[in-house]
C-alpha cells in the first residue's frame, strides 16, 4: 500500500498555528506519512498586515510556503486543518477558501478524506471548541471522516483535554500556555492511522 498523503492545511497570522502545523508534520511523517505543510492564502489588506509587527513578522517568516489549492484538497488522503479561532469560529481566511470547494464536493472527490483540526485563542473559554465544531460541520458535508483524538492518549489531558482536537491558550507575549507538542504529533498519527484503515477498505 502507499504510503497515506497528509495535507496541513494552516491559517497564522502570529505565527502559533504555524508552530502546531509543524508539529503535526513532525508526527505524521513519524508515522510513515507523505506531507505537504501549506497555507491558506491571506485576504486581509497589507496595511492591516504592516500594523501589526508579529502579524508582519509572521508573515514573512511563512513567504515561502505554498498556497493551498483545491488540487491540494484532492491529492490528500488525509487533512489536518490548524486555525485560530475568531470569534468561536473559523477565520474567514479559511471559511473563503472552503467556499470554492464546492466543484470537488459536487463531483464526490471530497467522500473519505479523513480530516481533523487543531485551534488556538487567547484564553481557555475563548472559543476553541466552537470553532473546530463548527469547522467539522462543513465537513460533514463533504462526507469526510472525522478523526478527533478524543481521549485515545494520555497527552490529550495535558494539553487542556480537548477531545475534539488539540488547542493550545496563548498569553499577550503570544507564548503558549499549555504544552501541546506531544497532543499535536498523536493526534498527527492517529488521522494518519485511521486515513490507513480508509485507504485499506478500498484498495
Keep these: 500500500m502507499t504510503n497515506v498523503k497528509l495535507a496541513i492545511i494552516y491559517y497564522s497570522s502570529g505565527g502559533t498555528n504555524y508552530q502546531l502545523a509543524q508539529w503535526a508534520e513532525e508526527g505524521a511523517r ?40 483545491l488540487g491540494d484538497l484532492e491529492w490528500a488522503d488525509a487533512i489536518i486543518f490548524s486555525v485560530p479561532t475568531r470569534f468561536g469560529n473559523m477565520p474567514s481566511q479559511l471559511k473563503s477558501f472552503l467556499d470554492t470547494t464546492g466543484g470537488l464536493w459536487f463531483n464526490g472527490k471530497l467522500v473519505n478524506k479523513v480530516v481533523s483540526a487543531m485551534t488556538s485563542a487567547q484564553n481557555p473559554h475563548g472559543g476553541q471548541e466552537a470553532t473546530l465544531l463548527s469547522l467539522y460541520t462543513t465537513m460533514y458535508h463533504w462526507g469526510a471522516i472525522v478523526a478527533t483524538p478524543g481521549y485515545t492518549d494520555p497527552v490529550t489531558f ?46
Design 30 to 69: 513519524e508515522a510513515g506519512a507523505d506531507v505537504k505543510v501549506i497555507k491558506v492564502p491571506e485576504t486581509a489588506p497589507q496595511e492591516a498586515i504592516e500594523s501589526n509587527p508579529v502579524w508582519k513578522e509572521h508573515s514573512i517568516e511563512a513567504a515561502c510556503i505554498p498556497e493551498v489549492t
Design 158 to 203: 495535558g494539553a487542556g483535554g480537548n477531545p475534539y482536537g488539540t488547542s493550545v491558550t496563548v498569553d499577550q507575549n503570544g507564548k503558549m500556555i499549555e504544552d501541546v507538542k506531544a497532543a499535536v504529533k498523536h493526534q498527527a498519527k492517529r488521522t494518519v492511522t485511521v486515513a490507513e484503515w480508509v485507504k485499506k477498505a478500498n484498495q
